[in-house]
């Protein structure tokens, strides 16, 4: 408690913001609620956590914006005669459970689907991939962190064995000599992430952007590369075959700790710096430049996004670039490696507890017999009860009204988020039953049948999953308003009326507690983490064993193997990977072309992404008036060339046309584009709505769409 300037009382609850992977640290402190519409709490600084050390974005500063009753749902909607009306919780849970037990009884478990998102805490990803499998037994299961991180954790997996977005903290990031962000844009997506990038130059590092766009972060940089959208692996293959030219691979790194280099290194060769040149834009001596750079210091990094991960070749695109890092020895080594900056709040967590279609909790596959024993005894189930892998996000959508009849959603809006949306929106439609859990009334929740008003970051505690792989406590600070429950609360009283009594608390520690024994001895080992532990530190990396071994991920913690309590995990892969020869492999890649090249119907390039003051599918963010008034809509961003060659006019609208459909926004004319290129932001629903015309190609192994390139052509409109 503390007490203010006018005499009034307050308390302070240390906790993270609800939005992006980085986490940051922030204080709810209590304020007066003096309009009566307000949430009683504001966000103040919080200095002690590390990585963001006080700054926020203003999407971290307004969020208790969204705490207010005025924007966010109160009651249970239930659908009657065509209109959602308010209804109360037993009448809505009862419409639930009937719409999946009958479709359950017609159709088969399978025809339930249900689908997460990476908002949701440890302790809520978990219990919903439990209660998919062990309640309803369906393998329709995923979520939209498929979207987001997918392909660097598959690239991830096939090279080091092990998936964790960040091997090392951030604060490694200013201690290298040179730094290549590839497709990242962290001045707009987390800008307190940006000073790390700042401390690399004051340190004298280098920074050397890859990206179509001449971004706010691109602008910092010492180098600037911007590649034609979609052939950032071309561009990765064309600097590996130079580091070979020129004589700069690390010769007793490969031998000593990697596998696989000659097929990689024959892949490589293939790429002669004129072929990539032609490919990808970026000339000659801006490659041997980028390789100067990088090579020079002891020291290096390669920092990926979403840029080479949406893609259809996303994991061989993400697959170069740890090629290039593995060759120059730097994964494993003090400041250097491979990393991806995950996007979502617990994009990491979402991923390692069984949300995704093919995982079980600890990050361990579900069609691995002894992985689905160790859960299923945990569980108290029969390890033949469980299903096995079932469909990608984009597969499963696809798969709506189809032979998946009903689905249970829980944050997520894939009405804006999902690629090809009006046809996703379309399917959505068809179903035989919808029932959305969230926040908000979003675009998705106004489809369902039945909508469920459930509580945020502030009003419950429960851990996330940051980018660098530490898991934290979001504490509560806060009572919800009358009428709103809990997700854990839902599927307690869902699976009780679907006839699963126990195994369903809703309290998150104890959630958090059987999640500790399901993760043990996994990948992503949290069982030496506790509530207690994570009051107390700035957060505990994983993997953290309960006995102080080293686990599967090759390295012991800080504190060495033996410690009575794991210090948890910072960096990965010092001693060995996680495979199982305990050395990294290369992964032989060869440049391909987009799913959809440009043509003469459709002559532009498509790409899209984010701006600051709005987040993912703008449920929240475009309800908080701040964020809107500083951004309050689509545009499309477009060279002054191809303005030109359209007669378009800066802030008159365009249509942009693909092969799904059609959107329509006002032009933002740029040099900081390519002339064949545009860019869209995704956050907006309806005419604006990006997504209508990105196209859903999977790649093979992630299952991740292509959002980052389509084919399009663009119109004045009138
Ligand atoms: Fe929140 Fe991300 Fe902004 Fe930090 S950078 S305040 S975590 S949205």
């Given at each position: 408690?503390?007490r203010t300037?006018?005499g ?6 240390p906790?993270?913001?609800p939005?992006?992977a980085?986490?940051?640290?922030m204080n709810?402190t209590s304020?007066p609620?003096r309009d ?9 600084e ?10 926020l ?25 065509g ?19 009958r ?8 025809a339930?689907?249900v ?5 949701l ?31 660097a954790?598959?690239g991830?997996i096939?090279a ?6 960040l ?6 990031v ?7 962000l ?12 940006l000073?790390y ?7 004298g590092?280098k ?12 602008e ?8 034609r959208p979609g052939?950032d692996?071309?561009?990765a293959?064309?600097l590996l075959?130079?580091v ?17 280099w ?23 001596p ?5 390789v100067?750079?990088?090579c020079?210091?002891e020291a290096?990094?390669v920092?990926?996004?979403r ?14 670039w ?12 003090p ?6 900056l995950?996007g ?8 390692e507890?069984?949300?995704?279609a ?29 299903p096995g892998?079932?469909?990608s996000a984009?597969e499963?959508?696809d ?10 959603l829980m ?18 439609r068809s179903?035989?039953?919808l ?11 106004e ?10 970051w502030?009003?419950?505690?429960g851990?996330?999953t ?15 308003p009358e009428g ?15 006839g699963?009594?126990?195994?369903f ?18 990948p992503?080992d ?9 009051a107390e530190?700035?957060?505990v990396?994983w ?5 102080g ?12 193997e ?36 440009p043509d ?5 390039l ?37 303005a ?19 959107a329509v926004?006002?032009?933002r004319?740029?040099t900081?584009i390519?002339?064949d ?19 859903p ?10 959002f980052?390139?389509?084919?399009v052509r ?5």
């Amino acid at each position: 408690m503390r007490r203010t300037l006018d005499g009034m009382q307050t308390s302070v609850t240390p906790t993270h913001c609800p939005y992006c992977a980085l986490q940051c640290g922030m204080n709810l402190t209590s304020v007066p609620d003096r309009d009566g519409g307000g949430t009683g709490v504001e966000v103040t600084e919080r200095t002690d956590f590390p990585v963001n050390r006080g700054a926020l974005c203003g999407k971290g500063r307004t969020a208790p914006a969204l705490l207010s009753s005025r924007v966010r749902l109160t009651t249970p909607l239930v659908r009657t005669d065509g209109v959602l009306r308010p209804a109360g919780w037993d009448e809505a849970l009862d419409r639930i459970a009937e719409g999946l037990s009958r479709t359950r009884t017609e159709h088969g478990p399978d025809a339930c689907g249900v689908f997460g998102g990476g908002g949701l805490t440890n302790e809520k990803a978990y219990a919903l991939g439990k209660f998919a499998r062990v309640v309803l037994g369906t393998s329709q299961i995923d979520y939209n962190g498929r979207f987001c991180m997918s392909s660097a954790a598959a690239g991830g997996i096939k090279a080091f064995g092990l998936d964790r977005g960040l091997p090392f903290p951030l604060e490694d990031v200013p201690k290298a000599g040179c730094v290549i962000l590839v497709g990242s844009n962290l001045a707009e997506t987390m800008p307190p992430a940006l000073r790390y990038l700042t401390e690399l130059r004051e340190n004298g590092g280098k920074l050397i952007v890859v990206d179509p766009r001449r971004t706010r972060t691109a602008e910092q940089a010492d180098l600037h590369l911007a590649p034609r959208p979609g052939t950032d692996l071309a561009l990765a293959l064309g600097l590996l075959h130079l580091v070979v030219a020129e004589g700069r691979t690390d010769e007793a790194y490969i031998r000593e700790r990697t596998s696989g280099w000659e097929e990689a290194r024959a892949a490589a060769m293939a790429h002669w710096p004129e072929y990539v040149e032609r490919i990808t834009g970026v000339s000659v001596p801006q490659l041997r430049e980028t390789v100067r750079m990088f090579c020079e210091p002891e020291a290096t990094m390669v920092l990926t996004a979403r840029g080479p991960e949406q893609q259809s070749k996303g994991t061989d695109t993400v697959g170069a670039w740890i090629n290039l890092c593995l060759a120059t020895g730097r994964p494993g080594r003090p400041f250097s490696g491979y990393g991806c900056l995950t996007g979502q709040g617990n994009g990491q967590g979402g991923r390692e507890h069984g949300q995704k279609a093919d995982q079980l909790p600890g990050y361990r596959k579900l069609d691995d017999p002894a992985a689905r024993r160790h859960v299923a005894e945990v569980w108290g189930v029969d390890p033949d009860t469980l299903p096995g892998p079932g469909r990608s996000a984009y597969e499963l959508l696809d798969a709506l009204g189809t032979d998946i009849r009903a689905l249970l959603l829980m944050a997520s809006n894939p009405v804006v988020s999902a690629p090809r949306a009006a046809h996703v929106e379309e399917r959505l439609r068809s179903l035989d039953f919808l029932a959305v859990a969230d926040v908000v009334l979003s675009e998705t929740a106004e489809l369902a049948d039945v909508v469920l008003p459930v509580t945020q970051w502030a009003e419950e505690t429960g851990t996330t999953t940051s980018l660098e792989g530490r898991v934290l406590l979001r504490r509560q600070a806060l009572t919800p308003p009358e009428g709103i429950r809990s997700d854990l609360h839902v599927l307690r009283e869902l699976a009780d009326r679907l006839g699963v009594e126990k195994g369903f608390p809703t309290d998150p520690e104890e959630v958090f507690e059987e999640l500790r024994r399901a993760s043990a001895g996994g990948p992503a080992d949290y069982s030496g983490i506790t509530y207690r532990r994570l009051a107390e530190e700035d957060g505990v990396f994983w993997p953290c064993p309960s006995d102080g071994s080293a686990g599967p991920a090759g390295s012991a913690g800080e504190g060495g193997e033996g410690a009575v309590v794991h210090p948890g995990t910072p960096r990965l892969f010092l001693d060995r990977f996680a495979t199982a020869d305990g050395r990294a492999r290369f992964v032989a890649v060869h440049h391909r072309p987009l799913a959809e090249e440009p043509d003469a119907e459709y002559p532009v390039l498509l790409t899209t992404g984010r701006v600051v003051s709005q987040y993912q599918s703008g449920a929240q963010t475009r309800r908080v008036d701040e964020l809107n008034a500083a951004a309050p809509g689509p545009f499309v961003e477009l060279h002054p060339r191809l303005a030109e060659r359209l007669g378009a006019v800066e802030g008159e609208p365009l249509a942009v046309v693909s092969r799904r459909g059609r959107a329509v926004a006002p032009a933002r004319i740029t040099t900081a584009i390519r002339p064949d290129t545009v860019f869209m932001p995704f956050h907006w629903p309806g005419e604006g709505r990006a997504n209508t015309l990105t196209n859903p190609a999977l790649d093979p192994t992630s299952r991740m769409p292509e959002f980052k390139a389509c084919a399009v052509r663009v119109e004045r409109v009138g």
